[in-house]
């Protein structure tokens, strides 16, 4: 079991790539987090919602992801409230006091039956804990963190971040707050993200060894531009950071596209624009003042949590209408709850989200209905259009993955962007929307541009509206992405004392690390 000293250590990339080390030494292994709290979700094979993180770590392991390996799934509503999914379904909207004090004990034998379910299936089962073990304010109803661990009879694993400072305290603090007989479970540990000499580092290492009586099992280095998803927001850079000063005035045709995610409070899904960020030909930034959007090519409306409050936000802050005056003469994108913000109004008969019925944008002719029933699904389609942005495309497949409760429904003289297939029966159903003057359209698909056709046909559209230059160079997302899982796994192979983890499961660690092998 992966631990952490607190949240955004590295333990969700050091589980995935312990799983791919796993795996690529021909053991049948599989990641498992009984509960997650997370705007970022995934969607499994059979249309179940799990934790994004446990999706990459089944990826890293070569197999479809599970709702076993994610049971408990908690999806903030506000600061006081989540909502709660079981298995994959809704199971309730509750408030933090009333999840940990009286419902976590009713959901713990639905997370040891999907625990074991998973560890009949695989030899390796690499646990992942969330936050701190040393939370002892909810240690009483934790079923994530050291419970699990004894229900799991897991060897346990460390890891601090030193890159934001303490990482020695924080070793020793999170030992001593747990019990003797939890304190017996941390093997070993591992400092995290250090970058610099690490002469300088081991005098502190041998120390806290000896004060915890427990040995470093390495030192894992920073790695730049890991083309990984991150877990949670922590990991994403501050909201116009880099304002709209950055993108340069000088109007050459080579420039970078510029796009402007709005970093909406309630923001989810926001590995939807990974692709984008990494192609050499844009420049994104996510913002949250209208000032920021200055300069702006494309402005990009994401996934939402509380779409109604979020689009409420939007007016309160003057970004609305920054976004109608930009839809005049540029482009405009909304995805799953973007494209509702964008629509005539949002109906919310059920109170899922809001109570009153909220005026939309009006950029397109749609109108929403929240439902109490959550929509997952993967899918895949054919865009609708004959164009993009009044650009001739090249491409019109899409895919990707559908995460809402709403239903929207198409007012005269909608255009649908897409068609997608879905149910066993591969039926046939509309998606999106798109403007009559073509600079706004709308989808429900998260990981649209994770495609990396529709993404370079994308990008293609945008320059030639904007009259730049095509892109010298398109990004091979897919494929940097396996390389990127590679590199962690060897990173972390010649980082860590490996042979004494495999022995943790009784296994003999023989494999030598290959520089670019590729998981089959």
Request: proline share 6%; glycine share 8%.
């Amino acid at each position: 079991m992966v631990l952490g000293t607190s949240s955004h250590v590295g333990k969700s990339l050091l589980t995935a790539a312990l799983c791919r080390i796993f795996a690529q030494d021909g053991y049948r292994v599989a990641p498992f987090k009984s509960q997650n709290m997370s705007l970022n979700s995934a969607v499994t094979p059979e249309g179940l919602e799990i934790g994004r993180a446990q999706a990459l770590q089944a990826e890293a392991a070569g197999i479809p992801p599970s709702v076993h390996m994610n049971p408990i799934l908690l999806k903030p509503s506000g600061d006081m409230t989540s909502q709660v999914i079981v298995r994959g379904k809704i199971w309730g909207k509750l408030t933090a006091a009333d999840y940990h004090l009286r419902r976590v004990e009713e959901l713990l034998p639905i997370v040891r039956e999907s625990y074991e379910t998973l560890a009949a299936q695989n030899e390796v089962i690499i646990l992942e804990g969330a936050g701190s073990p040393a939370e002892i304010n909810l240690k009483e109803h934790d079923i994530v963190n050291m419970r699990m661990a004894e229900l799991a009879d897991a060897a346990c694993l460390l890891v601090g971040d030193i890159d934001r400072g303490g990482v020695f305290a924080s070793l020793l603090g999170t030992v001593e707050l747990l019990d003797l007989h939890e304190q017996d479970r941390i093997q070993g540990f591992l400092i995290n993200k250090f970058r610099g000499d690490i002469r300088l580092l081991e005098p502190g290492v041998r120390l806290i060894e000896d004060r915890l009586g427990k040995p470093c099992l390495g030192v894992v280095p920073h790695l730049h531009q890991l083309m990984i998803d991150e877990e949670d927001s922590l990991g994403l850079p501050s909201p116009d950071t880099e304002s709209s000063s950055s993108w340069h005035p000088v109007d050459t045709p080579s420039r970078p596209l510029r796009i402007a995610v709005l970093a909406l409070p309630s923001f989810s899904n926001f590995t939807d624009f990974d692709a984008l960020r990494a192609e050499p030909s844009v420049s994104l930034h996510l913002c949250r003042t209208p000032e920021s959007l200055n300069g702006a090519d494309v402005i990009i409306i994401p996934g939402s949590k509380q779409t109604a409050d979020d689009l409420l936000w939007l007016r309160s802050v003057g970004l609305a209408n920054a976004v109608a005056s930009h839809a005049v003469s540029g482009l405009v994108v909304g995805i799953c709850g973007g494209m509702q913000i964008l629509g005539e109004k949002i109906v919310d008969p059920s109170g899922m989200e809001h109570t009153e019925t909220i005026p939309g944008l009006g950029l397109l002719s749609i109108n929403t209905t929240m439902q109490p029933q959550k929509v997952t699904r993967l899918t895949s389609g054919r865009l609708l259009v004959p164009s993009l942005f009044g650009q001739p495309i090249s491409s019109s497949q899409v895919s990707g993955y559908e995460i809402h409760i709403g239903e929207t429904r198409y007012l005269d003289g909608a255009n649908p962007f897409a068609a997608l297939e879905t149910g066993p029966n591969q039926e046939s159903i509309l998606d999106g929307c798109t403007a009559l003057d073509g600079h706004t359209f709308g989808t429900y698909l998260h990981g649209l541009f994770d495609d990396d056709s529709f993404r370079h046909t994308f990008l293609a559209a945008a320059r030639a509206f904007y009259r730049l230059a095509p892109a010298s160079q398109f990004d091979n997302w897919q494929h940097n992405r396996e390389a990127s899982l590679n590199r962690l796994a060897n990173a972390v192979r010649s980082s860590l004392d490996m042979s004494k983890i495999f022995s943790w499961v009784g296994l003999t660690y023989q494999h030598l690390p290959k520089s670019e092998e590729t998981l089959r």
